[in-house]
């Protein structure tokens, strides 16, 4: 499934791209439903930077009900991305840790200026692939699939707007 994401951060396009290609880790104490982020590799070529970060949700929004049954690796992930500031656009592809292999999660970020404001829109892929779903029949994977995708984009929007909302915030406290 694709997605597209638009929305605007009330500060200058320059503030708001360092802050997510640099700061990333420095955000989670503004995201709720993230424990941790580390970058575990960054390689700089002029204006190009590329990056890779490991993520650890929090559970505390999974019902208690579910949480024993969660094994710790499906609530990480990571992500690489490419970072180009003369283009001001980030490409990014996310690595998640339940069924590897078989979830497509990719896309890219713009930062467009806007006055003193800056639009970010994001065009995104999120999509399961059946046949690689381990440890669950094909036939049912293949019905449980889009209902999946579905759910995940649904938290997905809320999700991307709370980070650009604490970029601002986390703006407006640091700079």
């Not at 980030?90 to 497509?104: D, E, M, R, Y």
């Not at 381990?134 to 889009?146: D, Q, Y």
Request: aromatic share 10%; with cysteine.
């Amino acid at each position: 499934m694709k997605f597209t994401l638009v929305t605007e951060v009330g500060q200058p396009r320059d503030l708001v791209f360092e802050v997510q290609r640099d700061h990333l880790p420095n955000l989670v104490s503004y995201l709720p439903n993230v424990e941790a982020i580390v970058r575990v590799m960054q390689e700089e070529d002029g204006e190009v930077l590329r990056v890779r970060n490991e993520w650890r949700g929090s559970t505390s929004e999974i019902p208690a009900v579910l949480r024993p049954l969660l094994k710790p690796e499906w609530t990480s992930w990571s992500d690489e991305a490419v970072w180009d500031q003369g283009q001001w656009r980030c490409s990014w592809q996310t690595h998640l840790n339940i069924f590897p292999g078989a979830i497509t999660s990719k896309g890219t970020t713009s930062f467009e200026e806007e006055g003193n404001e800056t639009v970010v829109t994001v065009h995104g892929e999120f999509a399961i692939d059946p046949a690689k779903v381990t440890g669950i029949p094909l036939s049912l994977a293949k019905r449980v699939g889009p209902v999946i995708e579905k759910f995940v984009l649904g938290v997905l929007e809320p999700n991307l707007r709370q980070t650009f909302e604490a970029i601002e915030e986390y703006i407006d406290d640091n700079f």
